[in-house]
């Protein structure tokens, strides 16, 4: 194994793309609906950890489902080693080293032993070495593409550290909510149940991820954004491991016709099994296409997704709420305000214009006028005017001398808005001297008070 890089960056855009790239490179053979995932089982994983013996076993099955010739498998576990783990092929003879950190972690192992096996796979088809990070994204995602997709993603595990939940992964070079992506992306576009897919996940994290991301990816194909992947051509027979005993002790392995549909019974346990040997939807092929070199795009707050993923479903739904609310409440002022009527347009009241303020105008009674009289006293025809004046000043409803409440006609109104000149009032309307009163509690005509002299937009 080469030295190890570092968390490798990516979208699930770019993934999809890789994959693409990675699956017309490849060609592998055409899978069917029970040959093709591996079966993750709590049998596999005892057997990972019980012995050194049996974790060769489990070794060998990955191996067999990869479809690599294998003879020999030899697992030890060897401490500084600078990476997970390290595997040295010999022909078909195989082995590897495992650093002892991993000896009782059953996921951790499953997960390292799919990585390395899928070092010797793309090394047996050829696949273009690049020669930095990029390549072991590539061996991340053909373990995906081979069916080895749930030990990878049981390879990821939470913790919490006090009351702070971290994500806490020991191998792998793509975050966790990438893997569940990309492991969505295959499952939708190879037309897998997701009850299949699901069934041997354990962390229900990953399962919500990679439920999630295939609803999007079937959407994407629906819509005719997306379409299968490319495998070459569908194997004769389809060779898969006995189902039973439960303790997974048996090393049978049953053959069946590709394309068909049965049952079978094992010559060494004598389990009888169930078999879906319907191809899946793929792209068939039988040229590979040359694999080109890609850059990862920027990823910009990649590590708070990656927390996302551990927040409960409940608690982004209630955030969602959170946040909807306010929106949906701004949404709803804003449909009440686009009813209300403009400047110029006839109201009610102020509430119905959109600028809150309704100009009622009021036709202003003719002043009354006394009959010019004169006593020929200057002083007396003088205090005779100025009685004349109150009086008429007094039946003035809007006289801007009086504070009393009174009664007056409106006769038009429509919306207005504050102006200093002609150019703030639409077209029609210009900009004036206007009174305004306060209104008194009987209704929008009884005003009260002096007034007090405005600018707004009113009628030429």
Same mark, same amino acid.
């Given at each position: 194994?080469?030295?190890?890089?570092?968390?490798?960056?990516?979208?699930?855009? $770019? #993934?999809?793309?890789?994959?693409?790239?990675? *699956?017309? *490179?490849?060609?592998?053979?055409?899978?069917?609906?029970?040959?093709?995932?591996?079966?993750?089982?709590?049998? $596999?994983?005892?057997?990972?950890?019980?012995?050194?013996?049996?974790?060769?076993?489990?070794?060998?099955?990955?191996?067999?489902?990869?479809?690599?010739?294998?003879?020999?498998?030899?697992?030890? $576990?060897?401490?500084?080693?600078?990476?997970?783990?390290?595997?040295?092929?010999?022909?078909?003879?195989?082995?590897?080293?495992?650093?002892?950190?991993?000896?009782?972690?059953?996921?951790?192992?499953?997960?390292?032993?799919?990585?390395?096996?899928?070092?010797?796979?793309? *090394?047996?088809?050829?696949?273009? &070495?690049?020669?930095?990070?990029?390549?072991?994204?590539?061996?991340?995602?053909?373990?995906?593409?081979?069916?080895?997709?749930?030990?990878?993603?049981?390879?990821?595990?939470?913790?919490?550290?006090?009351?702070?939940?971290?994500?806490?992964?020991?191998?792998?070079?793509?975050?966790?909510?990438?893997?569940?992506?990309?492991?969505?992306?295959?499952?939708?576009?190879?037309?897998?149940?997701?009850?299949?897919?699901?069934?041997?996940?354990?962390?229900?994290?990953?399962?919500?991820?990679?439920?999630? /991301?295939?609803?999007?990816?079937?959407?994407?194909?629906?819509?005719?954004?997306?379409?299968?992947?490319?495998?070459?051509?569908?194997?004769?027979?389809?060779?898969?491991?006995?189902?039973?005993?439960? !303790?997974?002790?048996?090393?049978?392995?049953?053959?069946?016709?590709?394309?068909?549909?049965?049952?079978?019974?094992?010559?060494?346990?004598?389990?009888?099994?169930?078999?879906?040997?319907?191809?899946?939807? &793929?792209?068939?092929?039988?040229?590979?296409?040359?694999?080109? !070199?890609?850059?990862?795009?920027?990823?910009?707050?990649?590590?708070?997704?990656?927390?996302?993923?551990?927040?409960?479903?409940?608690?982004?739904?209630?955030?969602? /709420?959170?946040?909807?609310?306010?929106?949906?409440?701004?949404?709803?002022?804003?449909?009440?305000?686009?009813?209300?009527?403009?400047?110029?347009?006839?109201?009610?009241?102020?509430?119905?214009?959109?600028?809150?303020?309704?100009?009622?105008?009021?036709?202003?009674?003719?002043?009354?006028?006394?009959?010019?009289?004169?006593?020929?006293?200057?002083?007396? !025809?003088?205090?005779?005017?100025?009685?004349?004046?109150?009086?008429?000043?007094?039946?003035?409803?809007?006289?801007?001398?009086?504070?009393?409440?009174? $009664?007056?006609?409106?006769?038009?109104?429509?919306?207005?808005?504050?102006?200093?000149?002609?150019?703030?009032?639409?077209?029609?309307?210009?900009?004036?001297?206007?009174?305004?009163?306060?209104?008194?509690?009987?209704?929008?005509?009884?005003?009260?008070?002096?007034? #007090?002299?405005?600018?707004?937009?009113?009628?030429?």
């Amino acid at each position: 194994m080469p030295a190890p890089y570092g968390l490798v960056e990516a979208t699930p855009g $770019f #993934i999809v793309d890789r994959l693409d790239a990675l *699956a017309k *490179a490849l060609l592998l053979p055409r899978p069917s609906r029970d040959g093709f995932l591996f079966d993750a089982s709590p049998a $596999f994983y005892a057997s990972c950890t019980a012995s050194v013996v049996t974790l060769q076993r489990a070794t060998r099955r990955i191996i067999h489902h990869l479809r690599i010739p294998c003879e020999t498998v030899v697992v030890g $576990f060897t401490p500084s080693l600078g990476a997970a783990a390290r595997i040295e092929p010999d022909g078909a003879n195989f082995f590897v080293e495992i650093d002892p950190r991993f000896r009782d972690d059953p996921h951790a192992l499953g997960a390292i032993l799919a990585h390395e096996m899928c070092h010797i796979l793309a *090394a047996q088809k050829g696949l273009r &070495v690049l020669g930095n990070a990029l390549d072991e994204v590539h061996v991340d995602l053909l373990a995906l593409l081979t069916g080895l997709g749930p030990l990878t993603l049981n390879g990821i595990v939470d913790r919490r550290d006090g009351d702070q939940v971290l994500e806490h992964r020991s191998l792998g070079y793509l975050r966790a909510d990438i893997l569940e992506y990309a492991m969505g992306a295959v499952a939708a576009r190879l037309g897998l149940a997701p009850r299949a897919v699901l069934a041997s996940i354990d962390n229900p994290l990953v399962r919500r991820g990679v439920r999630a /991301a295939m609803r999007k990816e079937g959407w994407r194909l629906r819509l005719g954004r997306a379409k299968p992947l490319t495998y070459g051509p569908a194997p004769s027979h389809e060779i898969v491991p006995c189902a039973g005993p439960e !303790d997974g002790t048996c090393e049978a392995r049953l053959r069946f016709p590709a394309g068909k549909l049965g049952k079978a019974r094992c010559p060494t346990c004598g389990t009888e099994r169930p078999f879906d040997g319907r191809l899946l939807e &793929v792209v068939e092929s039988e040229t590979p296409t040359p694999l080109e !070199d890609a850059v990862p795009p920027r990823v910009r707050f990649g590590e708070l997704r990656s927390r996302r993923r551990l927040v409960p479903a409940s608690a982004k739904l209630g955030l969602a /709420a959170v946040l909807l609310l306010p929106l949906a409440g701004i949404g709803l002022n804003a449909a009440q305000w686009l009813q209300r009527a403009a400047v110029g347009e006839p109201c009610t009241s102020d509430r119905a214009c959109r600028s809150e303020r309704c100009l009622r105008i009021t036709a202003s009674p003719q002043p009354w006028r006394a009959p010019a009289t004169s006593f020929g006293d200057p002083e007396l !025809d003088a205090q005779l005017q100025d009685s004349l004046d109150r009086i008429a000043d007094r039946m003035d409803p809007l006289s801007p001398n009086r504070d009393d409440g009174r $009664f007056v006609k409106t006769v038009e109104a429509y919306c207005t808005d504050d102006c200093t000149s002609d150019d703030d009032c639409p077209a029609g309307l210009t900009c004036g001297e206007v009174r305004r009163f306060a209104v008194g509690p009987l209704g929008d005509d009884f005003i009260e008070g002096r007034g #007090i002299v405005e600018r707004a937009c009113v009628k030429e």
